[in-house]
């Protein structure tokens, strides 16, 4: 876990992550719930995929500073390929690009670089992917592999 103070305001500080998340290479997609930034790196070939999170609580101690609590985790904990502190570092270091430059530069910044269309963002967190899904996807792959594999192994030993 990793907490910042932010020299923006609270409104602004969410525009900041948003970008930073924009900007992270490895996150697919990301969504703003009003409380929290969830970015998600999605599913891989090595890894179910991980989660970073940024809390940025309504409850500040000032009107132009703003606190918020950066953690990452793996979408399924038993992923042991799985590095979510590499998500994390990449999130801080874009984060880290963007502080203490004026609001009206990074958002003049994004709008020159990026397309409305091609944003990262989602508008439901219902839309972020999920890696525990498509673990479950491969676990039933597995299973009928194993039948189908049991079935060949007992008609090649019938005579």
């Known amino acids: ?26 996150i697919k997609q990301y969504n703003d719930d009003g409380h929290r930034v969830i970015g998600k790196s999605g599913m891989g070939l090595a890894s179910y995929g991980e989660q970073v999170t940024v809390e940025i609580p309504e409850d500040q101690a000032g009107e132009e500073q703003t606190m918020v609590t950066v953690t990452a985790e793996k979408e399924v904990s038993m992923n042991i390929t799985a590095n979510p502190d590499k998500y994390k570092s990449r999130f801080l270091q874009e984060l880290e690009s963007l502080r203490g430059r004026h609001i009206d530069s990074i958002l003049d910044g994004m709008s020159e670089t990026m397309d409305p269309k091609q944003s990262k963002e989602v508008s439901d967190s219902g839309e972020l992917r999920d890696g525990s899904s498509s673990m479950g996807i491969v676990m039933v792959v597995m299973m009928a592999l194993s039948i189908l594999f049991m079935f060949v192994m007992m008609a090649a030993i019938m005579p």
């Not at 907490?3 to 948003?18: A, W």
């Open 1 to 26: 876990m990793t907490t910042l103070t932010l020299d923006y305001p609270r409104e602004d500080t969410r525009t900041i992550v948003k970008a930073a998340f924009e900007n992270t290479r490895g």
